[in-house]
């Protein structure tokens, strides 16, 4: 056929669908579909029943073209512009000369490429640092991208597949050189389909290698966490940022009380007259029992009055203050409730004013408290105030005459009686420099402040909060909850009560608090509460709830109310966070007495974590990682970005710091045989192409593929055969190829495919968010493939199934297994299965499709399978299926830990045996002889063996060592 030429391909019958070809330069066909319906042919659609005729699965293997002989003396230097000059986007195919090599350089500025018509590589092609879209790429010839700069999560090549416009599957013919009759392709009117924004090698080969060192490790096993002392500059625990500056502790001034203790008074000393003194028209006394006695009151204003001149150098502006007083009011030897209480009107309540006069003498007063009715002050009992203010710089002008406090009274006849009074800033105590480490800020036990209940606070007008003693031992009562309660607006909570802010700096995702509360309800029948957390939110109305902590019923009695708190990632965006205590609604208004308040951090979000050296220089800054998870739960992974790379006190590791926390993991140190996995996700390398692209080497035996350091972001689309991120296909033995430490991520149909193919290195790959099975042996033929520390996590279930090859009935990628072993006759070393949503291991042989195979798959021998582990799935974390080898099946050195429905499922199959088992809980029974079984519970607990295992070299001390852990892949894929 002549490589120009034009190829019409017959028409199908009309039952199947009908499709004009565009045929090109390059042989590359499209097919478009009039009936709607997409043509069946390789990878071209879901409906696996229509055949069209001139469409086929190649018939023969693809060969090398015999014009690319003499390619490798070629100095391979042609720039890509001396062939194509400056044009950036191709309508039509781009094709590369057999027997040519073309290098593209790294375009300027940048540059993007755009191959509308795909591009054919039948020479050698090497790209360097650059952004491509194209349609489709077939390799004939050689693909070389290499890229070894660190990596920083910047790629360096990036290939994007993107759909033909109309979105049609595509096909090609044999190229000259590789097929003269193109008889593998169906013929001189044949051709073999490629699907979907295709990746095919047909005969050439790929060199692709994206690391900046091939001895890179891909994953590792999480050393520990890094809890180096913090300084005060540390986010964690510096005293947050609050724009409220009365919140904020400021010093004395020299000369002053350094306590802050400005007045305090019992009236016990001899003379106070100068700064405590009843208001003009009344009469004040200093009582033998301890107070100041203000009688012969006709007014409101007839009252005590505190002089502040000796202390008004050490007032400061917007500085907190504390004013405590306790008062005792009598009316002719009665005890009852006063007028106030009674709801008499607001003339017979008491308030507290600041009163000053200017230098152009002018008086003028500021409110700093004002009773309420359900404040229900006693004539004939103490009753305690407690408020706190800031002065203004008006306030404490310095041409001020006077400056004094007055706690005007109620109405005339009731006689005032000061019998203590404190005003201070609250001490450098009160403002913990440790903030997160304790929520309650301080003064959980009212014991540090006197009679003043601050921090804390009351969130209803009609509540109050005072501090009580009780023997030796202060609390908190909240009073006047009964009037709150009436006030409440339908359908709204009554939660009037204690209260206080939660720093908002102190909301460090993935931290761990516990809580702790002493409640008493003064109530006839018992009682429930639960304290909680009320976030507000940008853009919300109202705010989210969360239980904090769940108190037992009690009746006049204390109970203790504890709690576990994990900081979400969510309340990071909050813009305001508090914490209140809310009853059931039969008890809505019952007053309730608090004591012990504490909130403690418990263990600190995880941000900086402890690495081998093994990856410094090769990790960087930017990069992005993947930490599985560390708890039974499947997606319980996390993904951050690396924000620092730093040498760690120990010798051997790096402190890694991550741009957002995470929950404290397992460790080594914590779990030798339970450790997280951290695994790097970024690579140089990118190839993108959702819904539909993927790399297929096509029937091409004895070619070297290296495929090394790739991102496949993605790639594969759902329930259409073949379109897989990475898929052998009938290529025989192929000793020397090796896929190798790439990353697979968010594939729509499982990761990488091994189908008729033999003796390959799968090493090192991470995939991670696929659907469906991940790494799979596919038909049951082969036999000499390498499956060695690779890791892969959140494997999902499938929702739109393969159908089975007989067409009798669907694939399993509904139950998915992260490695799925259609072949026993291969090797399984080192592997993780972290995050199933199925099993981690799925031993299932399959029935091959080679007649001449000799030997079913079912009673072939296991090659190797040892050193792998699995934790974190929802069901079980191996699994066989209709496997009963001739030879003893040995499962070796097998780790299962923190599944959900346990460690092993066996059916329909035998003479398989375990050695060196260990598990975190212990089975009820065995599905097979197992040897030298360990139990290591991931929560405390003695570890013990099931059985004694005589033999050397023991599972549990191999794994002891961290440093054999870390050695997994130590040994590199490829050499320098």
Request: proline content about 6%; charged content about 20%; some cysteine.
């Amino acid at each position: 056929m002549a490589m120009h030429s034009f190829t019409r391909l017959r028409s199908p019958p009309r039952k199947f669908c009908r499709c004009h070809v565009l045929s090109l330069s390059i042989f590359l066909c499209i097919i478009i579909s009039l009936s709607q319906q997409l043509c069946e042919g390789r990878l071209s659609g879901r409906d696996e029943t229509e055949n069209v005729e001139d469409i086929v699965y190649p018939r023969g293997d693809f060969l090398p073209l015999a014009c690319n002989e003499r390619l490798d003396d070629d100095p391979c230097i042609t720039p890509w512009s001396r062939v194509f000059g400056n044009q950036l986007v191709f309508p039509t195919a781009v094709e590369i000369p057999c027997g040519k090599c073309v290098v593209m350089y790294p375009l300027k500025d940048r540059q993007r490429l755009t191959f509308s018509g795909g591009l054919r590589v039948l020479g050698k092609l090497v790209i360097h640092s650059n952004d491509i879209f194209t349609t489709s790429i077939l390799v004939h010839g050689e693909l070389v991208i290499e890229s070894l700069k660190p990596i920083d999560g910047v790629p360096d090549v990036s290939i994007t597949w993107i759909d033909t416009k109309p979105n049609r599957t595509l096909f090609f013919q044999s190229p000259e050189g590789g097929d003269e009759s193109n008889s593998i392709c169906g013929g001189s009117r044949g051709a073999c389909g490629m699907g979907r924004k295709p990746f095919v090698v047909a005969g050439g080969k790929l060199n692709i290698r994206g690391l900046p060192s091939p001895y890179m490790p891909t994953w590792v096993p999480l050393y520990d966490v890094d809890r180096r002392v913090s300084t005060s500059e540390d986010p964690l625990v510096s005293i947050p940022a609050i724009e409220d500056t009365t919140h904020k502790y400021k010093p004395p001034k020299p000369g002053c009380p350094k306590d802050d203790s400005l007045i305090h008074y019992d009236y016990l000393d001899s003379d106070l007259s100068d700064i405590f003194k009843g208001s003009y028209g009344s009469i004040s006394t200093f009582t033998l029992n301890g107070g100041l006695k203000v009688t012969n009151r006709s007014h409101s204003q007839h009252c005590p009055v505190i002089d502040l001149n000796h202390i008004r150098r050490c007032l400061e502006p917007d500085k907190l203050y504390l004013m405590t007083m306790k008062v005792l009011l009598t009316r002719d030897g009665i005890v009852d409730e006063t007028d106030c209480a009674k709801g008499k009107g607001d003339d017979h309540c008491m308030s507290i004013y600041q009163s000053r006069m200017s230098a152009r003498g002018i008086g003028r007063t500021t409110s700093l408290w004002k009773e309420r009715e359900s404040f229900g002050s006693m004539l004939g009992e103490e009753t305690t105030i407690a408020v706190d203010f800031n002065f203004t710089s008006k306030q404490l002008s310095e041409s001020n005459i006077y400056e004094m406090i007055q706690l005007r009274g109620p109405g005339p006849g009731v006689d005032m009686e000061l019998l203590e009074f404190t005003l201070r800033a609250p001490p450098k105590e009160a403002f913990p420099k440790n903030v997160c480490d304790d929520l309650v800020p301080t003064n959980g036990n009212a014991e540090l402040l006197g009679l003043s209940p601050y921090p804390f606070r009351t969130n209803n007008d009609d509540t109050f909060l005072s501090v009580v003693a009780e023997g030796n031992n202060n609390y908190f009562e909240v009073t006047g909850r009964k009037f709150a309660a009436k006030k409440v607006k339908k359908g709204r909570s009554a939660n009037a009560g204690i209260t206080w802010d939660i720093p908002l700096s102190c909301m460090n995702a993935h931290a761990n608090y516990t809580f702790h509360a002493d409640v008493r309800m003064r109530s006839l029948d018992p009682a429930s509460s639960e304290w909680k957390m009320k976030a507000y939110f940008p853009g919300k109305k109202r705010p989210t709830k969360i239980v904090v902590a769940s108190c037992p019923k009690g009746m006049g009695t204390w109970v203790g109310c504890d709690g576990e708190f994990h900081v979400s990632e969510d309340l990071v965006e909050a813009n305001r966070i508090e914490i209140f205590l809310e009853t059931d609604a039969s008890s809505c208004d019952v007053d309730y007495d608090v004591d012990n308040l504490s909130f403690k951090l418990v263990e600190r979000s995880v941000d900086h974590l402890i690495l081998p050296k093994s990856v410094e220089n090769l990790w960087s800054v930017g990069a992005e990682i993947m930490i599985t998870s560390h708890t039974s739960e499947w997606n319980g992974h996390s993904t951050r970005r690396i924000s620092s790379i730093e040498n760690h006190d120990e010798d051997g590791y790096v402190s890694v710091g991550l741009n957002e926390a995470i929950d404290g993991p397992l460790t080594v140190g914590s779990h030798p045989f339970y450790a997280t996995e951290v695994a790097l996700l970024s690579r140089n390398i990118v190839f993108s192409g959702e819904g539909g692209a993927h790399l297929t080497v096509l029937k091409t035996p004895g070619q070297d593929q290296i495929i090394q350091g790739v991102d496949f972001n993605g790639f594969g689309e759902e329930g259409v055969h073949r379109s897989y991120p990475i898929y052998f296909d009938s290529c025989n033995n192929n000793p020397n190829s090796i896929v190798s430490k790439n990353t697979i991520r968010e594939s729509n149909q499982r990761c990488i495919v091994i189908d008729e193919t033999n003796n390959m290195l799968i090493e090192g790959n991470i995939a991670f968010g696929n659907k469906g099975h991940c790494f799979v042996v596919q038909t049951g033929t082969e036999v000499g493939n390498v499956f060695k520390s690779n890791l892969g996590a959140f494997c999902q279930k499938s929702k739109l199934l393969l159908s089975a090859r007989n067409n009798k009935k669907e694939e399993t990628d509904d139950t998915p297994a992260t490695f799925w072993i259609g072949s026993p006759s291969n090797h399984w070393i080192g592997n993780v299965a972290s995050g199933s949503e199925g099993s981690g291991f799925w031993i299932q042989p399959k029935n091959h499709r080679q007649t001449g195979f000799a030997g079913s798959s079912h009673i072939l021998s296991l090659t190797e399978f040892r050193d792998n582990v699995a934790h974190s799935t929802d069901e079980e974390s191996l699994k066989i299926t209709g496997y009963s080898p001739t030879q003893m099946a040995s499962i070796k050195n097998f780790r299962s830990y923190l599944t959900n429905k346990g460690h092993f499922v066996v059916s329909r199959s035998s003479n398989i045996a375990a050695e060196k088992t260990m598990l975190d809980t212990p089975i009820e029974s065995e599905y097979f002889p197992m040897i030298g079984t360990t139990i290591v519970p991931i929560e405390g607990g003695e570890e013990y063996l099931i059985e004694e295992d005589t033999e050397e070299g023991s599972f549990h001390h191999i794994s002891s060592n961290p440093t054999d852990v870390f050695n997994l892949q130590s040994s590199p894929s490829l050499l320098e």
